[in-house]
């Protein structure tokens, strides 16, 4: 038998508890078991005023930012109508169902406002990976570093070449927010300061961001998202952005070496990363100021393809400073003998050469194998060569293999990020606005890991 047509009739009172209707499995019920914010308003304080109207709470906006980027919802607009929705969402942020969702502007105007001046986005993630430490998920001693281009939020066709478009020509006083924050990172290390090549064009709306073709297709605008995580249960100990340039990208790691170990007294006793890594300066530092093992492929400019003698052919000697080669003749970096012994002089690129000399090279059965077209043969050597020699012996062990294969977890990270989290491309502009986003992406991945790997009782 057919039922009636129920018409629908508003009850005068419910009986409705969120706390039933979130399913036990839910990611958002996972997750907030390790999201703590009352230290926050202590933090952010010092910027409200003491007078006027209460604001929107603080919490309530955070918690809302952690739903859109855990659920990777990257729209605000779209955020709040979700939260408007979703039982579970409004659950997490701790909204019943007669409260009031804030509008989307309210997150711009507290992200460029309070939020970013007071740095509590950074201050979340560092108490959020206090709180793996103490869960015993990062032991601090095998980390990986890598970085990722993320598309910025900028149009190819609103840009300008470099030299149409210079700072000199934009007023800080009438430019956009992204524009002066631009103008304010030109001597940052990260940014403007990380390498003296200029990029071919500039963005209109976003000029910090590096015109690049890395991806071996169409030219784009992108900025470097850079993590330094530990092997264990990749864990993101750190995130910094930078310039899609190998220079700041080389930068950001010292900087987040010397950052956790200020904040967490984590000092590895390996890092693991990828030839782009394997600069001398870089390995020098690692090795000789930092004490760490570089699990990192050593970058090689000395090999060659037409089948004569490379400098790996050549013995050197570090009591007399000398190669020897392959017909048992001396390099030497001066073929004179002065009475006072003078230092070595590199050039600008920190690189020492060494000559034979040229009758030994004419008299040479070898010659053809080793110079045919030059009168004598010349090997270089980098003033780090102590440091790369490291790298290579590490290179040839066992335990390189598998940092070879824990890499791979840093790679995986940045995957999760662009397909799950669908942090493919920027919505915010600007140096400032970048760190914020991969901030709150690396909390929300850090969180997900949490919920992951410790289950409810």
Not at 51 to 56: C, E, F, H, V
Not at 271 to 295: F, N, S
Not at 355 to 378: G, M, T, V, W, Y
Request: net charge positive.
């Amino acid at each position: 038998m057919m039922g009636p047509k129920k018409e629908v009739q508003s009850a005068l009172f419910y009986e409705f508890c969120l706390e039933d209707h979130v399913p036990a499995d839910h990611v958002l019920r996972s997750v907030d078991r390790f999201v703590n914010l009352d230290a926050i308003r202590t933090h952010l304080a010092p910027f409200y005023s003491s007078t006027g109207r209460p604001s929107i709470d603080p919490e309530l906006l955070i918690r809302m930012l952690l739903v859109g980027y855990i659920m990777g919802i990257r729209s605000e607009r779209r955020l709040c109508e979700e939260v408007h929705l979703n039982l579970a969402y409004r659950w997490f942020c701790r909204l019943d169902l007669g409260d009031a969702v804030p509008d989307h502007s309210t997150f711009s105007k507290n992200r460029h406002g309070r939020f970013r001046d007071s740095d509590v986005l950074r201050h979340i993630f560092e108490d959020v990976v206090a709180r793996c430490i103490e869960e015993g998920l990062v032991s601090g001693q095998r980390l990986a570093v890598d970085a990722s281009l993320i598309e910025a939020d900028s149009n190819r066709q609103n840009s300008s070449p470099i030299a149409d478009w210079t700072q000199e020509m934009m007023d800080p006083t009438l430019a956009p927010r992204a524009v002066r924050e631009y103008l304010d990172t030109l001597d940052d290390a990260a940014f403007g300061a990380a390498t003296d090549v200029k990029p071919k064009f500039t963005a209109h709306s976003d000029p910090a961001s590096q015109w690049t073709a890395a991806r071996k297709g169409p030219a784009f605008f992108a900025y470097s998202n850079n993590y330094l995580i530990d092997t264990d249960n990749a864990v993101i100990l750190d995130v910094e952005a930078t310039r899609s340039v190998r220079q700041a990208e080389l930068g950001a790691l010292q900087t987040m070496l010397d950052r956790t170990n200020e904040t967490f007294a984590i000092h590895p006793e390996r890092i693991i990363a990828d030839t782009a890594y394997g600069t001398g300066p870089l390995l020098e530092w690692l090795v000789q100021k930092r004490g760490i093992a570089p699990h990192i492929p050593v970058v090689e400019k000395s090999g060659r393809t037409d089948g004569t003698f490379e400098t790996a052919d050549f013995i050197y000697n570090g009591e007399s400073d000398v190669y020897v080669c392959p017909g048992g003749k001396e390099l030497r970096q001066r073929r004179r003998n002065f009475t006072n012994p003078r230092e070595p002089q590199p050039d600008k690129h920190g690189v020492l050469r060494y000559r034979a000399s040229k009758k030994d090279c004419d008299n040479c059965a070898l010659k053809q194998q080793c110079c045919p077209k030059a009168p004598q043969r010349k090997v270089t050597r980098s003033i780090h060569e102590a440091s790369r020699d490291v790298a290579r012996k590490i290179y040839q062990t066992a335990d390189y293999s598998i940092s070879c294969k824990l890499r791979k977890k840093v790679e995986m990270l940045f995957a999760h990020l662009k397909r799950v989290l669908k942090l493919d491309r920027l919505r915010l502009r600007g140096p400032c606005g970048v760190r914020d986003e991969f901030h709150l992406a690396a909390t929300a991945q850090n969180l997900r890991k949490l919920a992951k790997l410790i289950p409810a009782a």
